[in-house]
């Protein structure tokens, strides 16, 4: 089996992390964590990522707090 995680980036991502960034984060978080999102990929591009690599049986999910999972098992 196969498991990775990666960030979401959606526009609720992106506004969230920039909000939390701005209240609480020192000036390495207020640059780096939106960049993070901003180079994050979305659920098509990860399932497409996938995919292109012949890894069909993987499939893209949303996890809780603006995460993805890109999991399976071959068969």
Not at 54 to 72: E, N
């Amino acid at each position: 089996g196969v498991i990775v995680g990666d960030l979401a980036r959606n526009t609720a991502s992106c506004w969230a992390v920039r909000l939390r960034a701005i209240l609480k984060g020192n000036h390495v978080v207020r640059h780096d964590a939106p960049l993070s999102v901003q180079r994050a990929f979305t659920q098509a591009e990860l399932q497409a990522f996938a995919h292109a690599a012949g890894l069909h049986y993987l499939r893209a999910r949303k996890a809780p707090w603006f995460r993805l999972a890109l999991a399976g098992e071959k068969p």
